[in-house]
């Protein structure tokens, strides 16, 4: 017991009491003896009981804190033992000292006494030995391993119920879907309404069966547009099965001149059904800027792609040419200067394009300027050409004076790229209150969001085809010099391999316009002539091709030797030209340190897809990378992504 309790109850008071009762028989005798011996008696008897009943008590309490001691001790073992939970005492070099029986029941075994935790967890050797948590499954079920490194102890929690709680409450989440026929206008052009319908009535039922295979709500919404509701363990599904729709609706209107495609925007993950929906129609919006064909998926801050493995259909219509051209007219009238950009090692598509955007801006007496640092061997010759007339070589200014230039009444305009990583100076797009983007790739995940004005069609041949025909609709009176219409056929021709690869229709409208206003294919000719040296490069480039799937060649360069972008896209347009290759990848050291990747195809392949999981993109037929290393780990790294294409998809269509 506590001295502060025996003082309390067993202290001097006990003492005192009784020398008052001595004391106060003592005072009684004086007046009767016998009364005086009868308290003394009593007072002796009383004394000797308390000093009895107080050893008793000591030894009985004595007794019972010793039995307590022992019941509470083994009442924290078999706590301990017992616990809803595993512990795991371990050594500095993690061996286990002790555990409790939760850690024996878990792993099914009567000890683990003396066995390293890796060997029990493998999962620990990737974490690091700080404070935290590590989710391990044995079995069927989940564990948390929580550590305290400082005690070299271990805390296991069964966390299987929250887990699975966890896991469904994910899948359980909604999922919205658009799908639409991306070129319905096309195929159908020319038809009956008997066969409109007929067509459209096999694309719905293949479309109604799909997503009833899939469990997925679908609604439509106008004759080519349907509005798709399920949740994420579906959406992963469909992924897995890679949107098989697109291959059997496009495989069920073969016999059609052109087949159906279909284009699908899933999202996923968003904080809320407002945001789900736009989220959903962006990703369609992507898939139709890649060229259609295809399922963009959007999923928390993950963005997939899948398909893609038709050419995207040329449009018919100038509707949109037109539409486009009126408002860049209003958004040049509205600005005092207008500051025009392309990609980082621009070629003759983006300074054509950039030319042509200059003489939009000067029919309406405003200010241009193009950016351009440096010049490459793309474009040597062709500025050498323009730089001839002064109007042309006061135009050109660096990134540094655009940014001089630039105010709130500004106009940007991105040429051949929208991505603001791939553009020179990204503060100009960044800081412009008023920016356009005119491109011909397929979109990518990377995107411009601050554009004011989008024209972005990736059937055109080219960024120049595309300005070309905004030319013709943005002034009644549109007179180009011969330098101005050559630049913009030299990007057409160079783009289009000189209009052998992605030519339709309205290329060749576009170069017949340009050819009506001066534009001298001679001089392109003398543009586009190699140097002896150079073609010596490329020739010794292409001499260490391989040919890997049969019909894929890829082609290495020896490692210290440096090639500019040109040359090793050069070599891969050579390459394919070779008797049986379907696509050609070169890999080469640029003059920058980093190692280019230049891949094309016939479009039997989508290279794109490739180069994308590279970190690049491009086109179905033509696309490109950057990446830091060497020339024989980007080799290495492009062969396991043909290889984990051609596991997934097949590499061919």
């Known amino acids: 017991m506590p001295k502060f309790l025996v003082k309390r109850w067993h202290g001097m008071h006990h003492s005192w009491a009784f020398v008052l009762m001595v004391l106060l028989a003592v005072a009684l005798a004086f007046y009767e003896w016998k009364l005086g011996v009868l308290g003394l008696l009593l007072a002796s008897g009383l004394g000797v009981y308390s000093v009895l009943a107080e050893r008793a008590f000591r030894r009985d309490l004595k007794t019972y804190i010793g039995t307590l001691s022992y019941r509470v001790k083994r ?363 005119i491109d011909h790739h397929r979109r990518g995940e990377e995107f411009i969001n601050n554009a004011l004005l989008v024209y972005m069609e990736p059937y055109a041949s080219s960024t120049c085809e595309l300005v070309t025909e905004l030319l013709q609709y943005i002034h009644d009176r549109v007179v180009l010099d011969v330098r101005e219409a050559t630049s913009l056929l030299a990007g057409i021709t160079v783009d289009t391999k000189s209009f052998s690869l992605r030519t339709g229709s309205r290329t060749f409208e576009a170069a017949s316009f340009l050819r009506r206003n001066g534009a001298d294919s001679t001089l392109i000719q003398r543009m586009l002539k190699e140097d002896l040296a150079e073609y010596i490069k490329k020739a010794e480039m292409i001499r260490h091709a391989e040919i890997v799937y049969e019909h894929i060649a890829i082609a290495v360069t020896e490692p210290g030797q440096k090639y500019s972008q040109l040359l090793i896209a050069q070599s891969a347009d050579t390459l394919l030209n070779m008797t049986d290759v379907l696509a050609s990848f070169v890999i080469g050291e640029r003059t920058d340190g980093l190692i280019g990747v230049s891949a094309r195809s016939l479009g039997h392949m989508n290279v794109q897809i490739v180069m994308e999981r590279m970190g690049g993109g491009g086109h179905l037929t033509n696309a490109a990378a950057q990446l830091e290393g060497t020339v024989a780990e980007v080799a290495q790294r492009l062969k396991q992504v043909l290889l984990e294409i051609d596991k997934e998809e097949g590499l061919f269509e």
Not at 223 to 249: A, G, H, M, N, P
Not at 377 to 387: F, G, N, R, S, V
Not at 398 to 413: M, N
Request: glycine content about 6%; aromatic content about 6%.
């Open 75 to 437: 009442a924290g073992n078999e706590v301990i033992s017992e616990l809803p939970f595993g512990i795991i005492l371990y050594t500095d070099d993690k061996t286990i000292e002790w555990h409790n029986s939760f850690v024996s029941h878990m792993l099914e075994r009567e000890s683990v006494v003396g066995e390293p935790l890796i060997e029990l967890f493998p999962t620990l050797s990737q974490a690091k030995d700080r404070e935290g948590t590590v989710e391990v499954a044995i079995g069927n079920s989940v564990y948390e391993l929580m550590f305290r490194f400082d005690e070299r102890l271990l805390y296991i929690r069964d966390i299987t119920q929250r887990w699975q709680l966890a896991k469904r409450y994910e899948e359980e989440k909604l999922a919205l879907g658009i799908v639409t026929m991306d070129n319905l206008e096309e195929v159908t052009q020319g038809m009956d309404d008997q066969q409109r319908s007929l067509l459209l009535s096999k694309v719905t039922a293949e479309i109604t069966e799909w997503a009833q295979k899939f469990q997925l709500y679908i609604k439509r919404l106008t004759s080519d547009r349907y509005l798709l509701i399920t949740d994420q363990k579906t959406l992963k599904q469909l992924e897995l099965s890679r949107f098989v729709i697109l291959d059997e609706v496009r495989e069920m209107t073969l016999e059609q001149k052109i087949p159906m495609t279909l284009s699908i925007g899933f999202a996923a993950g968003a904080d809320s059904i407002v945001e789900l929906g736009q989220w959903a129609q962006s990703s369609l919006d992507i898939a139709l800027g890649r060229g259609g064909d295809q399922a963009a998926v959007k999923s928390g801050q993950r963005q997939s792609f899948y398909g893609g493995k038709s050419n995207a259909v040329e449009k018919r219509t100038r509707v949109r040419a037109r539409v486009v051209a009126h408002a860049l007219r209003d958004l040049i009238r509205e600005s005092d200067t207008v500051v025009i950009m392309g990609h980082r090692m621009p070629d003759m598509d983006a300074i054509g394009a950039a030319v042509g955007v200059m003489k939009a801006a000067q029919q309406f007496g405003k200010e241009a300027f193009i950016v351009l640092e440096g010049i490459n061997p793309a474009i040597q010759k062709m500025i050498e050409m323009l730089c001839e007339d002064d109007k042309f070589a006061k135009r050109f200014v660096s990134p540094e004076q655009a940014l001089g230039i630039l105010d709130s009444s500004t106009l940007v305009v991105v040429v051949d790229t929208h991505k603001a990583s791939m553009v020179k100076e990204p503060r100009l797009v960044t800081e412009a209150k008023k920016v356009v983007v």
